[in-house]
Structure formats: C-alpha cells, structure tokens
C-alpha cells in the first residue's frame, strides 16, 4: 500500500467511525500526494457525488505552503450556527473574509479579475478540527491531507462594496463568551485577502474543478488559530464588514 493510500485510509477510517487516528509513521512526498488524498476522502465519504465543490479554504502565509481544501456543502453553515454534538474533536477557530464569485475564474486569472469576480463580501468563520491525534504535531503534508484542518465555514450577513477595501486599516476582534482573545488590524498574512485567490483558480482548473459563479472562499486567517473550550459563544468581528457567531456544543 503506498503513502497515499495508507493516509487516505487512515483518514476515511476517521470520519466513518467518529475516532481520531494515530499519525503515520510516513509522510507524504509532495503537495500532490496530499490532494491525492483530499480526493481519495472526498470520493469515499461521497462529498461531492451530487455536484462539484461550491465552497473552498485558502491557507498559508508569504514564503510558505499555499493550500486549500474543498468544502462539502453540509460544512457550510451561516451566523449563530449551534455546533451539533459530536460534530468534531475540537474547536479551532479562524476569522476570515469570505468571499462569493459573481463570475467563473479560469487558470489565467489575476487579482483584477478575481476583484471584478467578486459579488460580495462575508465576515466568517471557520471551524477547524483534526482527525489525528496529536494533529498538532503532524507534519504539513499531512495536515493539508487532512482537509487543511478544515470543518466546517461559518457565514455572516453578506455585503457589497463600490470600491476597492484598504486591508491596511482593517480590524477584526475574535471574542470568547464576551472576552476578547484577539484583537489587530491589518492581521491577514499576505495583506490583501485575496493575494491567493489568482492561485486557487490554477489549483482548482487543475483539479478538474475550476472556480464557478457562485463559489464561496474563505480567504485565510485574521486571527490565528484559537482553540475555543466546549459550550462557548464565539464572535468575529470584522470592523465595518460585519460580524459572525457560532456557538459550540
């Protein structure tokens, strides 16, 4: 059995019985080898039988693994969302921009296309999770096997702007039961959330998958990943933008 094989069964066997799994004594070889593995997930847990993927994540930071996920339809769910029990192992919390496309991306899009693209803009969460035990210590390759940690997208109320956002002054708050965990402007990694999205149109024309009118992208973190304790309310706020709950069972 190879790598690929032997992490996508691990990881299937995950989200069929509801149990982490112990990490592999192997890695995988490549970014490849990893999507091969989102694939072979996807495939086996029957994600994306009806319809191709409508919703994505985008992760990494300047210098590093740019990465995303596909996002099955049941994991996106909008503001004041309770999360069922169960639902995961633990609660990673991530504020980010979501975005939804008004227009197909292909392969050969750039920024201005992907701005013309968008339709409108999202305060949003996402709920992260591991299928690994000690997930926190996997290696990249096989956190990015893991659906990037992805579990489900939180959406709040959408907006349009006229004009062209100035990240540079954005704020954004991530509060706790009412207490403030983060707080910082012009937090996102690459300075304009939408710096990667030119590279998830190449990612996802390549994957056979290429960006639709309609999609949804959450865009990268402004926060940093929060590990929130069960039963809390979680708020983001993205100042001028809006703001998105969820509240963890």
């Known amino acids: 059995m190879s790598a690929v094989q032997q992490v996508a069964s691990s990881l299937i066997r995950s989200w069929r019985e509801g149990r982490q799994q112990a990490l592999p004594d192997l890695n995988l070889a490549s970014e490849a080898e990893a999507y091969q593995v989102q694939r072979q997930v996807a495939d086996a ?7 191709p993927p409508r919703a994505w994540k985008l992760g990494g930071a300047p210098g590093g693994l740019i990465s995303a996920a596909a996002v099955p339809a049941g994991a996106v769910q909008l503001s004041g969302w309770q999360v069922p029990p169960g639902y995961c192992f633990g609660f990673g919390i991530e504020g980010e921009v979501i975005v939804r496309l008004s227009r197909d991306l292909d392969g050969h899009a750039d920024l201005v296309e992907a701005y013309a693209a968008i339709d409108s803009w999202m305060p949003g969460i996402e709920l992260c999770d591991t299928r690994w035990l000690s997930g926190d210590q996997a290696a990249p390759l096989l956190r990015l096997a893991d659906q990037q940690l992805n579990r489900a997208l939180i959406l709040g109320a959408p907006r349009t702007f006229e004009q062209r956002l100035d990240w540079t002054q954005q704020r954004v708050e991530l509060r706790v039961n009412g207490e403030t965990k983060f707080s910082g402007s012009a937090s996102h990694p690459f300075g304009d959330p939408l710096n990667s999205l030119p590279w998830l149109a190449r990612h996802a ?3 056979g998958n290429p960006l639709r009118a309609g999609d949804l992208v959450a865009t990268g973190s402004w926060t940093g990943l929060y590990w929130a304790p069960a039963g809390a309310r979680v708020e983001i706020e993205f100042f001028g ?4 709950v969820l509240v963890l069972k």
């Open 205 to 207: 024309a390549g994957q």
């Open 45 to 51: 847990i029957g994600w994306f039988d009806s319809a």
């Open 241 to 244: 933008m809006g703001r998105g």
